[in-house]
T-cell receptor, first 116, second 115 residues
């Protein structure tokens, strides 16, 4: 089972460039999340989605955009890359049915992004 | 605003020792608390999820407890092995309107188990 797949695994960008980090899951999860992890730190939530067509901001959304046109895919876009966006980006997904408790989040292996 | 703290930041123990990792959080209004394992260069793997109404969860040699009133959770690892070496993160799903599963993470405890 593929689970959560993130591409690319590594990328180097120049300041001001744009790119899209891809995330897809094959578990039919309704909830999806984007986090960033800076060295020696925990993860911080960038954006999340509770279903196709529904997205909302997390703790650190500035400089990023997302879309959720299908259940499977949740791409993260950087429009004008800045050095402060150098980080490791993780996509995660989980399932929550109505009146049911949250299930554990499943994570991809991450995208390591450097902005120079 | 919910804050999650993990102490110590790093821990080194000999193989076979029982150990406890600590996690504290500032707001007791949570839906659940999760413990994750992260290996170098990899994503996070969920270890245990404790719902707000539960006091503990167990999986093999792992036992996690939750005390909302004191804002604390512990992860107990029995008979540690070198393969347990990794970074362990705890995260709370804070309460509020609409349970969207958002997680607030601690900084993690990096565990080294020496043979």
């Amino acid at each position: 089972n593929a689970g959560v797949t993130q591409t690319p695994k590594f990328r180097i960008l120049k300041i001001g460039q744009s790119m899209t980090l891809q995330c897809t899951q094959d578990m039919n999860h309704n909830y999806m999340y984007w986090y960033r992890q800076d060295p020696g730190m925990g993860l911080k939530l960038i954006y999340y989605s509770v279903g196709a067509g529904i997205t909302d901001k997390g703790e650190v959304p500035n400089g990023y955009n997302v879309s959720r046109s299908t259940t499977e895919d949740f791409p993260l876009r950087l429009e004008l890359a800045a050095p402060s966006q150098t980080s490791v980006y993780f996509c995660a997904s989980s399932y929550k049915g109505r009146n049911l408790s949250n299930q554990p989040q499943h994570f991809g292996d991450g995208t390591r992004l450097s902005i120079l | 605003k919910q804050e999650v703290t993990q102490i110590p930041a790093a821990l080194s123990v000999p193989e076979g020792e029982n150990l406890v990792l600590n996690c504290s959080f500032t707001d007791s209004a949570i839906y659940n608390l999760q413990w994750f394992r992260q290996d170098p260069g990899k994503g996070l793997t969920s270890l245990l999820l404790i719902q707000s109404s539960q006091r503990e969860q167990t999986s093999g040699r792992l036992n996690a407890s939750l005390d909302k009133s004191s804002g604390r959770s512990t992860l107990y690892i029995a008979a540690s092995q070198p393969g347990d070496s990794a970074t362990y993160l705890c995260a709370t799903n804070p309460g509020g309107s609409g349970n969207t599963g958002k997680l607030i993470f601690g900084q993690g405890t990096t565990l080294q188990v020496k043979p």
